[in-house]
């Protein structure tokens, strides 16, 4: 996704999505923290991912798991970047939900 990697940083308002100085989540375990800092640096990058796609799809919004396959972002990293951006206040449930690869419901989430 190198076109999307670029057209990250061509909206200033973005910037406050890349610059949070708060570390990632993690459970207080000694391994939790240490894997919380260690990948502080990119947690930022890959929140503007994730709502740059939810972005690029407009009103028909996406999946976790259409996040995924556009990104190719672990599932894992695609919940804990939409949990953020959802606690931050930048997606929302749109009501909708589609099937996923394997055939289950999913939230449809749309930029608020």
Same mark, same amino acid.
């Not at 406050?16 to 989540?25: G, K, S």
């Not at 556009?70 to 972002?73: C, E, I, R, S, Y």
């Given at each position: 996704?190198p076109?999307?990697?670029r057209?990250l940083?061509d909206r200033s &308002?973005?910037q406050?999505? $890349?610059? +949070?100085?708060? =570390?990632? /989540?993690h459970n @207080?375990?000694?391994t939790?923290?240490?894997a919380a800092?260690?990948i502080r =640096?990119?947690a930022g990058?890959?929140? /503007? #991912?994730?709502?740059?796609t939810i972005?690029? /799809?407009?009103?028909?919004?996406a999946?976790?798991d259409?996040? %995924?396959q %556009?990104?190719?972002?672990l599932?894992?990293? %695609?919940c804990?970047r #939409?949990?953020e $951006?959802?606690r931050d206040? &930048?997606?929302?449930?749109?009501? +909708?939900r589609?099937?996923?690869?394997?055939?289950? =419901? /999913?939230? %449809? &989430?749309i930029r @608020?």
């Open positions: 996704m076109d999307v990697q057209e940083f &308002w973005r406050e999505l $890349l610059e +949070r100085d708060r =570390p990632a /989540a @207080r375990t000694e939790s923290i240490a800092e260690r =640096p990119t990058t890959k929140r /503007a #991912i994730v709502l740059e972005e690029r /799809a407009g009103t028909e919004g999946t976790i259409e996040i %995924v %556009v990104t190719g972002l599932t894992a990293t %695609v804990g #939409i949990n $951006l959802k206040g &930048w997606i929302q449930d749109s009501g +909708r589609r099937p996923t690869r394997s055939g289950s =419901p /999913a939230i %449809v &989430w @608020r």
